[in-house]
Every structure is written in C-alpha cells, then in structure tokens.
C-alpha cells in the first residue's frame, strides 16, 4: 500500500511538474516570440515598406516626405485616441457610470479610429501616385503580406486598426 501510494504521489508530482514548465514555456513564448502590434502597419520601426520597391532617388525623396507627414499625422490621432481612452477608463472608473459620457467618448474614439483609416488610404492613393505599375503592384503585394501575416495591426481590421 504505501508503495502504490508513493508511485501515485511521484506521478502526480510529475504532473504538476510538467504542467508548470508547459505554462511557463507557452508564456515565454508569448512574450517573447510574438511581436506587439506596430502603430502602423507600414511602419517597422525605421523600416518603411516602400523602401522594399527598388524605387529611384527621386521617387525615394517624395515617398520620405510623404511617409514623414503621414507619420506625424497618424501620432496626432493616435494621440487623440490615447487622451479619449484614458477618459473613458476614468468615466468607467467612477461609482456610478453616466453611460450617455461614456457613449459620447465612445464615439469620438470611433471618429478618431475612422480618420485614422482614412488617412490611411489616401497617404497609399497618394504613394501610388509615385511609383510605376511595377512598384505599385509590388506595394499592394506587400502590403496584402503585412496585413495577412498578424505581425502589424493591419488599418482595415474589425477592431479599426487598434490593439
């Protein structure tokens, strides 16, 4: 009896023991394997997409100065985005909830998040304008493979291109 006992209690040690190292494993995994979202989909860090089409000096120096204004732009909203969560985790934060304020706040985010998708798609009109129909058919290429591969927070996602 104590046998069989000390066979059952090594077996559930094991276990338990294996359990942990899986959980453990899966959360480092986690953390470290799979990226956070990038702010922009375009945007990898100091790596633009554009710089992947092979494009001349001259359409490089508009795409830099276009890409530079979008950048700065799409910070501002983020920004805004930001300022109305924070607002709207407070307003949720209170005893009682004024659930007109929270709607309100609710949907200057989602004007925010709208704009922010706009801005989007007209700064690609506008990127396509630069390139020949080779470039262009490489960007959109490209762009697919960003957005299909989960490692950026794609703008034409469900949660309107934020985390």
Do not use: W
């Not at 995994?29 to 922009?40: D, E, F, Q």
Request: proline share 3%; glycine share 6%.
């Amino acid at each position: 009896m104590k046998r069989i006992s000390l066979i059952v209690i090594l077996v559930l040690s094991l276990i338990v023991n294996a359990s942990v190292l899986i959980t453990v494993g899966y959360h480092y995994y986690r953390g470290r394997c799979l990226s956070s979202s990038a702010p922009c989909p375009l945007n990898r860090g100091s790596h633009y997409a554009y710089q992947e089409l092979d494009l001349s000096s001259e359409q490089l120096a508009e795409m830099t100065a276009l890409a530079r204004s979008f950048h700065g732009r799409l910070d501002e909203l983020q920004a805004a985005v930001e300022t109305k969560r924070n607002l709207l985790i407070d307003a949720l934060g209170e005893n009682q909830i004024d659930l007109a304020g929270t709607e309100s706040i609710r949907k200057e985010i989602a004007g925010y998040q709208d704009e922010i998708q706009k801005e989007v798609i007209t700064h690609i009109a506008a990127s396509k304008k630069i390139m020949n129909p080779d470039q262009q058919k490489r960007f959109i290429s490209l762009l697919r493979t960003i957005s299909n591969s989960g490692r950026f927070n794609s703008p034409f996602s469900a949660n309107g291109g934020n985390p």
